[in-house]
């Protein structure tokens, strides 16, 4: 069977990334892995998931078990309704739909916006699998340079020119950079919708992670209501990543077109999942568990930046987060981090080259690396272990 | 915000659901739901999940929480593999890929295979949720006749001149109908897909729960290897519905362009549902539910067969399904289903109008009964309440 001129068109924008790629070398026992977006397993929640389980199969197992809306579980959209309404404004029951992990919010936003040739400003750079999600849409992406202050809001003007569709941000501690956009730029950007009679996608998967500074408001609240901003977010890295639950935050006329788009892709997502989680959550499981995540990660990140400052050399830099999981580092313009990390491989320790999450051409001689995922210990020897790999390539 | 400028145009083929709509007012206690396909709650594996899930927690809970691969987690694929091999393939886990229920298989089907201007060769009437899953690719569907003996093969010839790229059919059992196409009727479809050099997608969601006759070979299984023939499978009909685990086999090629969609679509399906799923059916669980579950849902569809045999006019006629959840009732032509369910609503009782599953012109005097999700009682009464409406309608 020739399959190849039988694939749709869309096809040909399809490309395997690496960072999946990697994942899998990554799974052996003797690699330090930098590369992917994981938290720390050994601070899942597993007993109070046994507990939560027991009891939803016990009191609710019908309904856990059967087939659900495909919003969402009610009590699930509802607490969440809660979590988001500030004085400001009350976020209904209506306004949220829980999807199968964030990336289906994304997926979804872009099968109900987005058409052939549409321009989307993307911070440069963002995440890579926002860039999977749309490029088969056959969209422009606009790359706004993303610096230690996040999104150059200042870059913005002429590209909102091009009347893009949608603008895709993550304001805090954005991936691949570990870098925030400040409470001006956030007005700034606000200001610059309303003016341009734009829409923001806010994808917010670690505002909760942050590690010094003040929490800053989101987008979403600092919008009041007008509907400028779609909210996406995950229990992924607060919760379990394997539960692949997230949400989206919106107008009501928006989740009535992600629900049917949502009723193509997969019904709804697993009501098992959503009232094992939403067990978890009602009994104030993020409050117990956000603490621990916030010291448990500083550190790593600490212990990152020492070991970057100790090993890494003068004409290296990197960004210092305030939160998330990942931060950047920047080698000199002439190093290929496509070729250091074969090098890397060799010396048993991984991350994720730079350029993968560029939309435009840039990062060549940039990589990220994740923090969240080893212990300090093992950030130290693996930080070690890359230096050598620069070393020789350098 | 004016919403409705900014939606892509693929939107527009977006329609609601109206057994979705009905699904919400089915919820209510005093109905008698025929609507939904709803497997039985009453039997679902409470015990056995509650003992997998402490199972998978205790010895897996790092690798069941933790972000998986997008194909899938390996020991399932592998159980699956080993479950369609036959003496005359080898199905490897390459060709397995896990989806996020059975819809999700659909789904990304149609986004790797579809253009604009396609067309598709469907039964007509036809599952539902393919016809919402594959309109917004703004496709051509070419109705094929389905009666009592299934897809009508022999009407196939000049669909295929118009050179469709898929051929979507659910040979056993068939939504709505009830109805199965014969081992003759197989062969000749795989020859005419030969002759034309033609692929069907085989959705078998109900090919385990046959009541009586016997089991007939898979389309995959006749098609001995060649690559014509996308296998969709699901956990929903046989096990819990709630944990969305559905699967595709298929050519190795087509498996990796599905794995590439999936990235985009939700990352990778739930590896918590996935390894207590796994940790049920390796321990044989589906050997010892299958004999319950088509003990149970025999007497119920022989309920509602009797039922409609005395309380249904004798101009009104049905299929007698073989196995599956549905069956189909045709009613005088001039009698409107959609009129019929306003006053069956009244009296309590729900179904669907045909004409939703029609990809073409038809069906209006036609509608679903499902007859998994209520005990032969309830089916009893139900059928009165129905033919109390039709009474009043006629």
């Known amino acids: 069977m020739k399959w190849k001129s039988r694939f749709a068109s869309r096809t ?3 490309r395997r990334s690496t960072i999946r790629e990697l994942l899998k070398l990554t799974a052996r026992p003797d690699m330090i892995s930098f590369a992917g977006g994981l938290p720390a397993p050994e601070l899942f929640p597993l007993e109070q ?3 939560a389980t027991e009891c939803v199969l016990t009191q609710r197992g019908h309904a856990a078990l059967q087939y659900g809306e495909t919003e969402g579980v009610a009590e699930l959209r509802d607490w969440l309704a809660a979590r988001f309404s500030t004085k400001g404004i009350a976020v209904e029951r209506a306004n949220v739909l829980i999807t199968t992990g964030a990336q289906q919010a994304l997926d979804l936003i872009g099968r109900i916006f987005l058409d ?11 995440y890579l699998a926002l860039l ?21 809001v200042n870059e ?13 941000s993550v304001p805090n501690f ?13 007005l700034r950007l606000l200001k610059l919708l309303r003016e341009n009679d734009a829409v923001v996608v806010e994808d917010d998967p670690y505002g909760e992670l942050r590690y010094e500074g003040e929490f800053l408001p989101h987008l979403f609240e600092l919008d009041r209501g007008e509907g400028r901003v779609l909210h996406v977010g995950t229990f992924s890295k607060t919760i379990a990543p394997g539960l692949r639950l997230g949400w989206v935050i919106a107008p009501e006329e928006v989740i009535e077109k992600l629900v049917l788009a949502k009723q193509g892709a997969d019904l709804h997502t697993s009501t098992f999942c959503q009232h094992v989680l939403y067990e978890m959550v009602r009994e104030g499981l993020l409050e117990k568990r956000l603490p621990l995540l916030r010291e ?7 212990a990152m930046l020492s070991a970057l400052e100790e090993w890494f050399p003068r004409d290296a830099s990197w960004t210092r987060p305030e939160g998330g999981m990942f931060l950047m580092v920047n080698l000199p313009a002439n190093v290929d981090t496509a070729e250091l990390l074969k090098l890397a491989l060799q010396h048993k320790v991984a991350f994720v080259p730079g350029e993968e999450f560029h939309a435009a051409e840039g ?32």
């Open 12 to 14: 040909k924008q399809m």
């Open 49 to 51: 998931m046994r507990r």
């Open 116 to 126: 052939e040739g549409d321009a989307v400003i993307v911070e440069n750079p963002t």
């Open 132 to 152: 999977s999600a749309w490029r088969p849409w056959g969209v422009r992406f606009l790359p706004v340079i993303s610096d230690a202050s996040g999104m150059c």
């Open 156 to 168: 913005l003007d002429p590209l909102f020119a091009q009347r893009p569709k949608l603008v895709y």
């Open 174 to 186: 954005q991936n691949p950079q570990g870098t925030t956009l400040g409470l001006e730029g956030r």
């Open 296 to 302: 448990a990660y500083q550190e790593r990140r600490d």
């Open 363 to 394: 990062g060549r001689n940039t990589l990220r690396l994740n923090f969240s995922n080893s212990p300090p210990a093992v950030i130290e020897q693996g930080i070690q272990r890359l230096k050598t790999a620069v070393d020789e390539l350098t």
